[in-house]
């Protein structure tokens, strides 16, 4: 498997993008930075975008690809809850702020949801995903894709502290993890359901006692104005676990 991070922060600039990944350039998840940070070439090539929860940095850029598709006469399958759906619906794709792309054109609408359902796995094309609960302030699943040759990657989306039943359904090679501010802010990350450094050192020693392993660990949706502390505070953790932890970065390949 072939990953891209075409974002890997929780602000934009012209240096950063809001966390996004492309898989074998075909599968994204998230989609925040995706029409802002990939040509039309790699966006045509998508066949579907995964959807961890309905926040604005992770749903940003669907308008635009929508667009894109329209006029090119394309289709994309759009994968997520009951709740993104419905969350899409009432304020994306609701012909007000921009076309109906899930209903227009009539005749094969641009923008096609497929709902998903936590814990209940499904196919696109030869990969396999699965939709996993994770802790954050709105309801949110990561995605375990496995690809046809069974290597599988774990990505979290936003989530806050308290896995354990989380990393009971998963057994990725790669997990790619959100880090979103330093460890003196823990009480806000916890009541905004993010993770700093310590409480990720936490959260993979109980991935170790459930798994029996370490995957390689990436971390995404960093605060760029506090990447420098974090930075630092996630090298702490790499020592205190024995084990290499990448801070993730835009335009990043990550290779399985
Ligand atoms: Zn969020
Ligand atoms: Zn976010």
């Known amino acids: 498997m072939d990953i891209i991070l075409p974002g890997a922060h929780n602000l934009e600039s012209c240096d ?54 329209y006029v090119s006469g394309n289709t994309v399958s759009v994968y997520g809850t009951r709740e993104v759906y419905n969350e899409l619906t009432s304020h994306l794709f609701d012909g007000k702020l921009y076309p109906n792309f899930m209903e227009r054109p009539p005749e094969k609408p641009t923008v096609r949801f497929i709902e998903v359902e936590p814990y209940r796995s499904f196919k696109i094309d030869d990969y396999e995903v699965l939709p996993v609960p994770v802790k954050h302030g709105v309801p949110a699943v990561g995605y375990q894709i496995t690809s046809p040759d069974g290597q599988a990657i774990f990505y979290t989306g936003d989530t806050g502290p308290s896995l354990e039943e989380c990393w ?29 450094p310590a409480l990720l050192k936490q959260e993979m020693l109980v991935f170790q006692k459930h798994n029996g392993y370490l995957p390689r660990i990436v971390t995404v949706h960093m605060n760029p104005e506090m990447q420098e502390e974090i930075e630092t505070q996630l090298q702490e953790v790499a020592e205190a676990l024995g084990h290499p932890v990448t801070p ?9």
Request: hydrophobic share 45%; proline share 3%; net charge negative.
């Open 16 to 69: 950063t993008g809001f966390t996004c990944l492309v898989v074998d350039d075909v599968l994204a998840i998230d989609a925040g930075g995706l029409s802002t940070n990939l040509s039309f070439t790699a966006q045509q090539n998508l066949k579907a975008i995964l959807l961890t929860h309905h926040h604005y940095d992770h749903i940003k850029d669907l308008p635009a690809i929508a667009m894109n598709f």
């Open 168 to 196: 009971q359904h998963v057994a990725p090679r790669l997990l790619i993890v959100e880090v979103t501010m330093p460890n003196e802010l823990e009480e806000v990350a916890v009541e905004a359901g993010h993770l700093t």
């Open 248 to 256: 993730g970065y835009e335009g990043m390949r990550l290779k399985l």
